[in-house]
């Protein structure tokens, strides 16, 4: 992991429009400064439709920025960040690849020796639950252990930095906590950063160290909540049970309302 001074991520006025060239542009992001720490899990949340995953696109580098400035560990960035891992809602597993294939597809890109591949591909499967599953095919696994290979391919690479779009939206209650708790255990045992996209207000004030709110499209920033709760931060049952879990809860869907009602 990396033990310079500077943050993971720093962003600056960040802006984007579509469309400039033409007669009708859209402003998606209008204004947002922020900073992700090492360590650290910050959740942005916001209202359907508000620019949250355009958001996590010009962070990473798929899409280029109107304005403003993207800094990862210290310089600007000009592209897909290194030692960032990207995780989107939709698992993306090759259906002809085993899910021991599918780990360890981005370590083959990198050329690492097949062996080691291997070794680190069942150390992570057998991490998340899945020992006993590396030979199964994508059809043959349920919508939640396909989002645990997908999270241990991201993890694969080792990167320093995940950033998550809704990658648990559609997983039943049950299984999301599951996958919660894996994450978070990952994440924190190892000290890395997160940036997780997210809907679900519940997940992000249980998973992180810090809730983002944004606006209705033209995002900006309308709030952020310092999350302090005095649990085990890996327990998302113990979290949400935790007494100021709620506080937190109504707060934040009380400026989702308002904006929703403007």
């Known amino acids: 992991m990396a033990d310079g001074s500077d943050p993971p991520l720093v962003v600056s006025n960040l802006r984007k429009v579509f469309g400039e060239e033409t007669d009708t542009p859209s402003e998606v992001i209008a204004d947002i400064s922020l900073s992700l720490g090492h360590g650290e899990i910050v959740a942005v949340v916001g209202p359907s439709g508000c620019g949250k995953s355009t958001l996590l696109n010009l962070l990473c580098g798929l899409e280029p920025r109107t304005a403003g400035e993207v800094f990862w560990y210290g310089g600007v960035s000009t592209g897909m960040p290194k030692r960032v891992g990207y995780m989107l809602q939709k698992d993306l597993l090759l259906p002809w690849r085993t899910a021991l294939k599918n780990v360890t597809l981005g370590l083959e890109i990198h050329n690492m020796p097949s062996a080691k591949r291997t070794e680190r591909a ?47 939206a559609a997983l039943d209650f049950q299984t999301k906590l599951v996958l919660e708790n894996d994450m978070a ?22 998973l992180s160290d810090r809730v983002i709110v944004l606006t209705h499209r033209p995002a900006r920033i309308r709030a952020i909540h310092e999350i302090e709760i005095d649990v085990d931060r890996t327990d998302m049952m113990a979290a949400r049970e935790s007494p100021h879990f709620n506080e937190y809860i109504r707060s934040i869907w009380s400026e989702l309302e308002v904006q929703r009602g403007t």
């Open 185 to 206: 255990r990952l994440v924190r045992s190892q000290r890395r950063s997160l940036l997780l996209i997210t809907h679900d207000v519940e997940e992000a004030v249980s």
């Open 122 to 168: 069942h150390r992570l499967l057998d991490t998340i639950g899945l020992n006993g599953f590396e030979d199964y095919y994508p059809s043959a696994l349920s919508g939640g252990m396909r989002q645990r290979v997908a999270l241990a391919r991201t993890l694969a690479n080792e990167p320093e930095v995940l950033m998550l779009d809704e990658p648990f």
